[in-house]
């Protein structure tokens, strides 16, 4: 990203301008094998001002020594928040937005643990978003796509939710249950984060709904969604009859 983006914060005339703050928000549950590997990956793409927050709910695989074994080995670039128990993605997304406008980020990233979405993109999401004040990430337009492994039924499920939950929810962008998005601060500011009440994959929409209804300039960006690198999915029946309870009402709800 150029230092000279619109998003750094504002500088005096004759002063070097500000390398904009951008914190990784990541949940964590059960992703010990792979949360040192998207760390070294984001590490990789090589963008400055890069810093780390981490929500591990109690995960029994260990995740949480390993975030704060990284935070001591990468001194003043990581917050781990430690939650006693499992309380699902959407109420950690919450937390981990909050720990990241407290401290200080100009730039929020929302991406999952597991390398489904994949850190190379991130470079390009946060130039797209120099003129936007969000950016999703989609698998639905061209240029994106699902993991090849994934069956024509897996496919279809996946296609004709997402198109029901935009038809019946009222979401113009194309994957409304995309968990790779970046957004601004002042995005994350206009949403009312305490307004968010869904919990599983229906936090992506109820948020991406937030956004469109904040009136934000949004942007979508195709990458390659690819099956978890390791680990077990939390995907269950519950998250999806959650998606239901709490998604359909939002239509009239204002
Ligand atoms: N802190 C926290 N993180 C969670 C919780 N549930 C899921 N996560 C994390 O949220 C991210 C998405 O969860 P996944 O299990 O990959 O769900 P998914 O991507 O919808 O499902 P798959 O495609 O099967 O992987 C991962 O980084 C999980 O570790 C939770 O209750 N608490
Ligand atoms: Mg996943």
Redesign the pocket.
Known sequence: MRPDTPTAPETDPGEAPKIPKIMIV??????AE?LPVVYQRICEQNIPGLGFII???NSPDGTGQIADDLSDRHEGVFRVIH?PE????G??YVAGFKAALEEGADIVVEM???L?HPPKEIPRMLQALEDHDVVVGTRYMAGGGVDPSWSLGRRLLSSLGNAGIRVLVGIAVTDPTS?FKVFRRSALEQVGLDSLRSN??AFQAEMMLACERAGLRIAEHPYSFR??AA?????SAGIVCEAIVRLLPLRFKH
């Open positions: 990541i949940p964590t549950f059960n992703e792979n929500v591990d709910d939650r499992k309380k699902g993605l109420r950690a999952d643990a597991d489904s968990g599983g994959f099956m978890r680990g077990d999915s939390k995907m």
